[in-house]
């Protein structure tokens, strides 16, 4: 019981938040927060606290959706009006967009999605039709 009152209390949230949301080693956290490696694992397990991998997969994953959204609705805005044109700074954007989403498609995920081959497939549905309106802007 001595040992207890002696002991400083953790905050253990702090510990979590470090882990989870900072770039910080778990040999540094630990020596932050005075906690040891083996007691840090045990909360860590015992916590079911998110792991790295899993958030930087997350993170990643809503990096790219945003992105396909946005030329979903680039592309959507561009075959619902008639007689659109582009403008060479819109044109310009879109490009660079499809170059970023491309590169980002290719990063494999460590984590599978459940969406698989059918997003895949959109995806490059969606690069068709952007490389088409592109080209059809340049023609005129």
Known sequence: MDEQAKR????????????ELT??????????FGVSK?????????ECWLS???ANADRHRSTRDRLFAVLERQVAKLANETGATLGDKEAQQLTELVKNFDKLSS????IPENG???QQKDMRDL???L???????KRR
């Open 52 to 54: 790295r991998q899993e």
């Open 8 to 19: 400083p209390q953790v905050d253990w949230a702090a510990v979590r938040c470090a882990y």
């Open 38 to 46: 083996g007691g840090f694992e045990y909360r860590w397990r015992r």
């Open 107 to 110: 990063v494999k995920d460590d």
């Open 131 to 137: 490389a088409k309106r592109i080209d059809q802007y």
């Open 23 to 32: 770039d910080e080693t778990i040999k540094s956290i630990c020596a932050r």
């Open 116 to 118: 698989g081959p059918s």
């Open 127 to 129: 690069r068709d039709k």
